[in-house]
C-alpha cells in the first residue's frame, strides 16, 4: 500500500511545485518590492491640486472688503484708521470696508466678535465688494492643527457663497515675532495649499519676507502698548508692501497702481 501510494503521487509532485512556482512569480510581480511604497500618487487624498489664479482685473474705485484679526484692525498704531487696511485704501483710491477683530482667528475668537467662520456669517449680504482680502491669522498658533483646515474650508467655503461676484485674495500671516514661529509656518503652509486648491491668490508675507530682522524693529511695536503688533509706520510700510504685491498679481496696473514703499521712521 506504501508503495501504491508513492507511485500514485509520483506524477503530480512536479506539477504542485511548478504550480507553486508560477503563483510566486506573479505575487512577485504584483508586490513589486522595487518600487517605493511610500510615493503618493498623483491626486493622493490630503494633497489639494493648484489652480492657477486669473489675474485681478478691478474696477476704477472698487469697493473692497478687507477681513482679519487685530493687524487690520489697525492695533498698535496712533489710531487704528492709520491701520495698513485703511492706508491702503487711501492710497489705491479704494472704497474700502475694514472688518479686523482683535485675538480673532478661523478657530479662535476674538476679543470684539467670534471667530473668522462666526464673523464672516454676520457679514453684510447687500455690501457686494469687487474684491476680497483675508488676512491672518496668528492667533491659531497656540490651538492644535487637528480642525484647523476644516475651519479654513467653511468659512471660505460660506464668503464665497456670500460674495459671489468678489475676487477672494488670501493674505496669509506676518511674523509677530523672529525667527518666524513654527506654528506660524505650519498655518501659512496650509492657508496657501488650499487657497490654491481653490485658484485663490495666496500673498505670503512669511515667504516673502516682508519683515525681515533688518527692519523688524521699525515695523513692530515691542513695547508693553504695541504688543507686537506694528507701529503706525509699520502699518504704512505693510500698506505699500500689499498694495506692490496686489498689482503684481492685477492684469493692469490702472487700478492698482503701488506707490513707492513707504519709508520706514525709526
Not at 481653490?198 to 511695536?221: F, H, N
Request: with cysteine.
Amino acid at each position: 500500500m506504501l508503495r501504491t501510494r508513492t507511485r500514485a503521487r509520483r506524477p503530480t509532485w512536479p506539477l504542485v511545485v511548478l504550480a507553486a512556482a508560477v503563483a510566486a512569480i506573479c505575487l512577485f510581480s504584483i508586490w513589486r518590492p522595487w518600487q517605493t511604497a511610500s510615493a503618493p500618487a498623483a491626486g493622493a487624498v490630503g494633497a489639494a491640486a493648484a489652480v492657477a489664479p486669473a489675474p485681478l482685473a478691478l474696477p476704477p474705485a472698487p469697493r473692497v472688503l478687507v477681513f482679519g484679526d487685530s493687524w487690520t484692525y489697525g492695533s498698535a498704531a496712533t489710531d487704528p484708521t492709520d491701520g495698513y487696511a485703511y492706508v491702503i485704501g487711501e492710497q489705491l483710491g479704494w472704497d474700502v470696508v475694514v472688518a479686523g477683530v482683535r485675538g480673532s482667528g478661523y478657530l479662535k475668537p476674538g476679543l470684539d466678535g467670534g471667530s473668522y467662520g462666526e464673523r464672516i456669517a454676520d457679514l453684510d449680504p447687500t455690501l457686494h465688494p469687487d474684491l476680497v482680502i483675508v488676512q491672518g491669522s496668528i492667533n491659531d498658533r497656540r490651538l492644535p492643527a487637528d480642525g484647523y483646515r476644516e475651519a479654513v474650508t467653511a468659512a471660505w467655503d460660506d464668503l464665497a457663497a456670500r460674495y459671489p461676484d468678489a475676487r477672494i485674495v488670501i493674505l496669509g500671516p506676518a511674523p509677530q515675532v523672529l525667527p518666524v514661529e513654527a506654528a506660524t509656518a505650519r498655518i501659512d503652509a496650509d492657508l496657501r495649499e488650499l487657497a490654491g486648491s481653490r485658484g485663490w491668490w495666496y500673498l505670503s508675507p512669511v515667504a516673502d519676507e516682508w519683515i525681515t530682522a533688518e527692519d523688524y524693529l521699525e515695523v513692530i511695536d515691542t513695547s508693553d502698548v504695541g504688543r507686537d503688533h506694528p507701529s503706525t509706520a509699520g502699518h504704512a510700510f505693510l500698506a505699500s508692501r500689499l498694495a506692490e504685491a496686489i498689482a503684481g498679481i492685477s492684469a493692469t496696473t490702472d487700478a492698482a497702481a503701488p506707490p513707492a514703499v513707504a519709508p520706514l521712521v525709526p
